[in-house]
């Protein structure tokens, strides 16, 4: 079992920043590749990010690609997602999950509660 809780979400103006923290307690995190994902009110929740279990590759969604970075500190069991260039199509609860390097939400196996970010425009 695997218990997952993010933070750092919040409301911010289109163009700045956020960084999402997730932090992992439970069985063994280091082991397990993480990932993001979104959801938009009335949508599908969405792949963001992946990171493998080492930290050594990552996959992003084309929508996020240069402006999104996944990393992952797993002396401290936490992944981040550092949110740059924010748009207002990024507005969505922001979900960790853990046991999937897929780009399918099907596929995570552990699930965090989820936190809202918010860009005005």
């Known amino acids: 079992q695997v218990q997952l809780v993010e933070s750092g979400g919040g409301l911010v103006q289109a163009g700045g920043s956020l960084r999402l923290s997730c932090a992992a307690s439970g069985r063994t995190f280091s082991d397990s590749p993480m990932a993001w994902f979104r959801q938009a009110p009335g949508k599908e929740r969405e792949f963001v990010a992946a990171?493998?279990?080492?930290?050594?590759?990552?996959h992003y969604a084309d929508s996020v690609k240069g402006r999104f970075t996944i990393s992952r500190d797993n002396a401290e069991a936490t992944v981040f997602l550092q949110m740059n260039s924010l748009k207002s199509e990024d507005t969505a609860v922001y979900y960790c999950?853990?046991?999937?390097?897929?780009?399918?939400?099907?596929?995570?196996?552990?699930w965090g509660q989820g936190t809202q970010v918010t860009v005005s425009s």
């Open positions: 990171i493998s279990w080492s930290g050594s590759f990552t």
């Open positions: 999950a853990a046991g999937t390097f897929s780009t399918s939400y099907k596929t995570a196996k552990y």
